[in-house]
């Protein structure tokens, strides 16, 4: 995961404002109307607490497969009093079994504050590290451990899950390896978000573009994008499945928005060549 320098320290600072993907799952739904939420790749939980509070109505089920961070999923769900949400321990992927989990740890000094926030356990992967040295510096893998995988086709059939309002997917590089065991039920899946890159963090990922053209062959398109503004182009993509009817109100809002963006940046510019630029103002 690569942090922007402004994200909170503490879980409770972090809930209190709200995410990108907070805003665009309520520019697509009414919180009243959601009843499935998959926060896959949970880490300590905070965005399923998040999703517990956002949609009250909603099912949370949180996937994680690091035994550490499943403690302290628990522990938040109690805390914040999340009665909504459920602990899934175990890995998304495209195969039920097990595989190898490349556990992260680390600390970057400017960014650590308070006891509440881990940044070291949330770039945990089921793929290896792409580099030799720490990712961004201070990001370390010095532990494997064997963790049981599991398709969130198969998790869907087996709990009577017909369909998904909002996947939020936070995996690390595995974002294939999951949507390849969600084929079944991608069709019925409303929204997607989900990390992205455009140059290799970890050995054999996906990157940016393979995952649009993976979506858009689902039948998804590309509503909405974030970006880190780091030089390794990480960010997150908002997809929306075009077969549900909320999709074009939400692609017709979210345009409009745009091109209201651009029409204000155009008069604005407009304006400075007409009138010059601003005279400083008396000392």
């Known amino acids: 995961m690569s942090l922007p320098p402004s994200r909170p320290a503490d879980i409770t600072a972090y809930l209190a404002a709200p995410t990108p993907a907070e805003t665009e799952f309520r520019c697509l739904f009414r919180p009243a109307a959601v009843r499935t939420v998959c926060d896959i790749g949970a880490c300590e939980g905070e965005d399923s607490v998040r999703f517990a509070r956002c949609f009250p109505r909603a099912r949370i089920f949180a996937f994680e497969p690091l035994p550490s961070n499943q403690a302290l999923v628990r522990a938040n769900f109690s805390r914040y009093a999340a009665a909504n949400a459920e602990l899934v321990p175990l890995a998304l992927s495209d195969r039920a079994g097990t595989a190898t989990f490349h556990v992260s740890s680390g600390r970057p000094p400017e960014l650590f504050a308070g006891q509440n926030w881990n940044y070291g356990n949330k770039s945990s992967s089921l793929l290896p590290a792409a580099g030799n040295g720490p990712m961004h510096g201070w ?110 109100l939400y692609l017709a809002r979210r345009r409009g928005a745009a091109a209201a963006r651009r029409a204000r940046m155009a008069a604005g510019r407009w304006k400075h060549r007409l009138l010059g630029p601003r005279p400083p103002s008396a000392p």
């Not at 398709?151 to 294939?176: K, M, N, P, S, Y």
């Not at 969600?182 to 963090?201: F, H, K």
């Not at 970890?202 to 398109?221: H, I, P």
Request: proline letters at 2%; hydrophobic letters at 45%.
């Open 139 to 248: 990001i370390e893998f010095k532990e494997e451990i064997a963790v049981t995988t599991d398709t969130l086709d198969a998790f869907c059939a087996r709990r009577g899950i017909g369909r998904i309002d909002l996947i939020h997917l936070d995996v690390q590089g595995a974002e294939q390896l999951v949507l390849n065991g969600a084929t079944r039920m991608l069709p019925r899946t409303a929204g997607v978000w989900l990390e992205v890159a455009a140059v290799e963090l970890y050995r054999g990922q996906a990157l940016d573009r393979d995952l649009t053209r993976f979506m858009r062959a689902q039948g998804f398109a590309l509503g909405h994008t974030v970006s880190l503004g780091s030089d390794t182009g990480e960010g997150d993509h908002f997809y929306v499945n075009l077969r549900h009817p909320r999709a074009w």
